[in-house]
């Protein structure tokens, strides 16, 4: 069990350009998570799968980003045409659930700063 | 809406200080509550967690918590603070049935001086 990885760690961008993210969760958790952090602020949640499923999208995920989780093992969370007020730290997370409506543990990865100039 | 409050927004205190983390949720139905760590230059780490059952719970590094279901509140606990506790913690919550989203707080900073 190697934990959640995320990877770049780091991400300077340009106003305008599209920026991807990857995630890879613990091995054999079925659920992944995708949350905004920014500076002050608790984790906030952008959108979750179940397997390839994306079950859940959060208000706060409009139009420009996309999340995939295209076999039901890692996930990409693309931003298209960044904005300044997209400079945040995203992090994501994985869990293991029993059943659809099972209680899960989220295990989170290091995240990934992205800085939008 | 769920939302999760976070009273104390900095904390400072010596080692061998008791602690207390104030958090309190807004729900009305039946939820799991969680209190993260995130310790310097480190990532989001789990302390403990409630689902059912013993509304006290025990968790890592001497941490417990405390369910009372009816000041909807899950306050963190440690008896003596290191300086090894210095970090940033988080309660959390999400909807026991089905919803798994979880809702933070703005977070709580401890500071410890030795």
């Known amino acids: 069990d190697t934990g959640v990885s995320q990877d770049p760690r780091h991400k300077i961008t340009k106003r305008g350009q599209n920026v991807t993210f990857r995630c890879d969760p613990i091995s054999e958790h079925n659920r992944l998570y995708w949350y905004r952090q920014t500076l002050g602020q608790g984790p906030e949640f952008l959108t979750y799968f179940q397997n390839e499923a994306q079950l859940e999208k959060s208000r706060l995920l409009s139009d420009r980003f996309s999340a995939e989780r295209p076999k039901g093992s890692f996930s990409t969370l693309e931003i298209q045409r960044t904005e300044q007020g997209d400079s945040a730290m995203y992090l994501c997370a994985s869990s293991f659930a029993g059943g659809p409506l099972s209680a899960d543990t989220q295990y989170f990865g290091p995240g990934t700063r992205l800085t939008v100039l | 809406a769920q939302s999760v409050s976070q009273h104390n927004h900095h904390v400072i205190l010596s080692e061998a200080a008791s602690l207390e983390l104030g958090c309190n949720y807004s729900?009305?139905?039946?939820?799991?509550l969680f209190w993260y760590v995130q310790y310097p230059g480190q990532h989001l780490q789990l302390l403990l967690k409630?689902?059912?059952?013993?509304?006290l719970v025990k968790g890592i590094k001497g941490f417990e918590a405390e369910f009372i279901k009816s000041k909807f509140s899950f306050n963190l606990r440690k008896p003596s603070v290191q300086w090894s506790d210095t970090a940033e913690y988080f309660c959390a919550v999400n909807r026991r049935q089905a919803g798994t989203a979880l809702i933070f707080g703005k977070g709580t900073t401890l500071s410890v001086s030795s």
């Open positions: 409630y689902f059912s059952g013993d509304p």
């Open positions: 729900y009305g139905g039946t939820v799991n």
